[in-house]
């Protein structure tokens, strides 16, 4: 019988899952005879990947790139502005409340916008991934640095050091795990905003593959890619938090061993 902390159960624990999901799935498809055009079954979705896996791999390498174009700009604004606001009390009070606002805006009633502006192609998508990731990480870092102990930078101060040196020696690495954790969810958030434009305005990506999949009713075509931005953002998270584990490590009592 394995423990509730196994570290072993704990690794394999989202493939059994994702594994019984599927093999649900597939049998409420069959035993129902739910029709391919409503809901594919696991197997058409497979069988359809496989059939346009080249197709799909074109689409999915346009969608990857330009979400991490977007996403890269997100990060140095979104680390810029979270050291601004973070670092200032006025900033902060002035500032985040309209961030607040503009973050409560659907992000894909700006993309019509940005098409005028830009044309359909790789900007109304790089900039509709950047504006729905931005805030995330923006929000993080300044609290990382917003909630840095009163009495650790008046001890700091006390020994000579200055506001900047407070916020670079200790602020910003008292951030990482702040971070971190801002990257592991706007990278997912990054690839919604890409996909939402390429739906509008793109003749490329995987956007585009659900709109011309769905309007020639292939179903299994349009979950297969869907399937596959889920595993370009979970690839992505992972590897976030491997960088996490080996960066930040003395954030994480106990480690694995919990």
């Not at 570290?7 to 093999?23: M, N, T």
């Not at 996403?71 to 200032?88: D, K, P, R």
């Not at 593959?209 to 992972?238: D, N, R, T």
Request: charged share 10%; proline share 5%.
């Amino acid at each position: 019988m394995y423990k509730l902390n196994n570290p072993k159960l704990e690794r394999w624990s989202p493939w059994l899952l994702l594994a019984a999901v599927v093999i649900l799935w597939q049998i409420i498809c069959s035993a129902f005879q739910v029709s391919e055009f409503i809901f594919p079954s696991p197997l058409l979705i497979w069988q359809q990947f496989l059939e346009f896996h080249t197709t799909i791999a074109a689409h999915a390498w346009r969608t990857f790139w330009v979400t991490m174009v977007g996403f890269g700009i997100a990060i140095v604004v979104g680390v810029l502005l979270g050291f601004v606001i973070g670092s200032s009390r006025l900033a902060y009070a002035a500032v985040y409340p309209l961030m607040t606002a503009f973050n409560a805006l659907p992000k894909a009633a700006f993309v019509p916008i940005l098409v005028v502006w830009f044309g359909i192609g790789i900007g109304p998508a790089i900039l509709t991934a950047f504006l729905i990731s931005f805030f995330p990480i923006m929000v993080n870092i300044a609290t990382g640095l917003a909630t840095l102990e009163p009495e650790l930078e008046d001890v700091l101060r006390v020994l000579g050091a200055k506001r900047w040196d407070v916020l670079m020696k200790v602020g910003l690495p008292r951030s990482l795990p702040y971070f971190y954790a801002s990257l592991k969810v706007a990278i997912t958030l990054a690839f919604v905003g890409t996909t939402v434009s390429e739906m509008t305005a793109a003749n490329e990506g995987i956007g585009y593959l659900l709109i011309s999949a769905g309007s020639s009713m292939q179903m299994g075509l349009a979950f297969a890619g869907l399937l596959v931005v889920g595993a370009m953002a979970m690839v992505m998270y992972e590897l976030f938090s491997l960088v996490e584990k080996r960066t930040t490590a003395w954030a994480h009592r106990g480690g694995d061993n919990r």
